[in-house]
């Protein structure tokens, strides 16, 4: 089955201990990025890569990173995490035609106490 | 930059009765114009979408939605709604090979008995 899977789900840990979401997928696309979702203001984009070794920032990448190591494989780190930075995150995976649509997955929900 | 306005935060509606989300969009060229649908505790399903070609857009759960240009908008269409519909609506667009999707704040739908 065609998926994009993250883990943890959910995630409660306190302000400043480093944290790493995982994202993969088994799709081969070379198009992978990460969302934060806040009430009211609908997603937006953290990070995104096109291509193994090639990421880029997205809207609001102030206080992660990414790496993109393997084309399956788009991990989401929190060095120092801080109470902001609750959030739903999503991470979302694409071919490079212009057509192609993003497949999104479950969502991690994480809280910074 | 492209961008998504919800005017409707919350939308009540009766089983069976239709339901109308409005979406407008911001953006110089031709839009790709995405629906995604989050039900609780979910992640994002895609709804339908629009390249080009026909205005009047089919998707999936008897969904549709038209693009007019004239009006920059891409509201999405229900004739009866289930209960099941209950959920949150995201209207995006995107830029084509740039592949970056911009979010509206989305609108929630309750649908009573």
């Known amino acids: 089955e065609a998926q994009v899977t993250q883990n943890p789900r959910y995630l409660i840990t306190v302000t400043g201990k480093k944290l790493t979401v995982t994202c993969s997928q088994n799709?081969?696309?070379?198009?992978m990025s990460w969302y934060r979702q806040d009430p009211g203001l609908g997603l937006r984009q953290i990070y995104y890569?096109?291509?193994?070794?090639?990421?880029d920032k997205g809207d609001v990448p102030e206080g992660y990173k990414v790496s993109r190591k393997e084309k399956r494989n788009f991990p989401l780190i929190l060095e120092s995490p801080s109470p902001n930075q609750t959030s739903l995150y999503f991470c979302?995976?694409?071919?490079?035609?212009?057509?192609?649509?993003?497949?999104f997955g479950p969502g991690t929900r994480l809280t910074v106490l | 930059a492209q961008s998504v306005t919800q005017p409707d935060i919350h939308i009540t509606v009766s089983e069976g009765a239709s339901l109308e989300l409005r979406c407008n969009y911001s953006?110089?060229?031709?839009?790709?114009l995405f629906w995604y649908v989050q039900s609780p505790g979910q992640g994002l399903q895609l709804l339908l979408k629009?390249?080009?070609?026909?205005?009047l857009v089919q998707g999936i759960k008897g969904f549709e939605a038209e693009f007019k240009r004239s009006q920059s908008s891409f509201n999405l269409r229900k004739p009866s709604v289930h209960w099941s519909d209950a959920a949150e609506y995201f209207c995006?667009?995107?830029?084509?090979?740039?592949?970056?999707?911009?979010f509206g704040a989305g609108t929630t739908v309750t649908v009573r008995a």
């Open positions: 979302a995976s694409s071919g490079l035609g212009s057509t192609d649509t993003q497949y």
């Open positions: 799709m081969n696309h070379e198009y």
């Open positions: 890569s096109m291509n193994v070794e090639v990421t």
């Open positions: 953006y110089g060229a031709t839009p790709y």
């Open positions: 629009y390249f080009s070609g026909d205005t």
């Open positions: 995006a667009v995107g830029a084509g090979n740039d592949y970056k999707l911009s």
